[in-house]
């Protein structure tokens, strides 16, 4: 089977460093993407790693260790508008995502 | 680039009937539509994967013939929900994809309710 866990719930101040953890399980996944979506809207892209290390897109930043099955999304910086959920997701063949629980972020001043 | 849209954006009807959505890639050509369902709260969960031309591959416990998948163009790809009931309201989201690796693009949803 495939699976990917997610923290369900996590809480920062603004300005702070945020990390939000992903392992999964599962044969097959290629690479390893992190999405956000705020409530009511559909998941917007952030990043995607297919090879291990870091990637950095300005304030977030994706890290993936294929031998740890093991991921994490690091926001900085942290600001109101990223309050919302943040799912990382498998790519699998044939282009198909699976998708971990989800982690809700609440930003607080 | 890259935007796909949904048709209509919020939709209530009674039990008993069917209800369309649309999903349009609008400045690209989607080899690949994929259909998820998202209740409250929750994940999004794969419902069933389509290309143009050819039937859909349904994910195990997905009815096809409740939840009917047309994509008849490289832009567009409908899924009528049959004699929709109250458990089947949801937040139904399209994506797509261009065919190359790892990009998917998603649509802004559609919520179904159903009294």
């Known amino acids: 089977g495939q699976s990917l866990e997610q923290p369900s719930e996590v809480t920062a101040v603004e300005g702070a460093i945020v990390q939000i953890n992903c392992t999964y399980q599962t044969s097959g996944f290629y690479g390893l993407s992190w999405y956000q979506q705020h409530d009511g809207g559909a998941p917007t892209f952030l990043s995607y790693n297919a090879l291990d290390g870091l990637e950095e897109t300005g304030r977030f930043s994706s890290f993936l260790s294929r031998s740890d099955s093991y991921g994490y999304l690091l926001l900085q910086e942290l600001q109101m508008k990223d309050s919302a959920s943040y799912f990382c997701?498998?790519?699998?063949?044939?282009?198909?995502?699976?998708f971990g629980g989800g982690t809700r972020l609440m930003v607080k001043p | 680039g890259a935007v796909v849209s949904q048709h209509p954006s919020r939709v209530i009807c009674k039990s008993g009937t069917s209800v369309k959505i649309e999903c349009r890639s609008l400045d690209f050509q989607a080899t690949t539509m994929f259909w998820y369902r998202q209740f409250p709260k929750q994940s999004l969960m794969l419902m069933a994967t389509s290309n143009e031309g050819s039937k859909a591959t349904y994910e195990q416990g997905v009815e096809k013939d409740k939840f009917l998948i047309n994509h008849a163009s490289l832009t567009l790809s409908t899924l009528t929900v049959t004699s929709a009931h109250p458990e089947d309201s949801s937040f139904y989201i399209c994506s797509a994809s261009p065919g190359l690796a790892n990009e998917q693009f998603f649509g802004p949803g559609t919520r179904l309710t159903v009294l």
């Open positions: 997701a498998g790519f699998r063949a044939g282009n198909m995502l699976t």
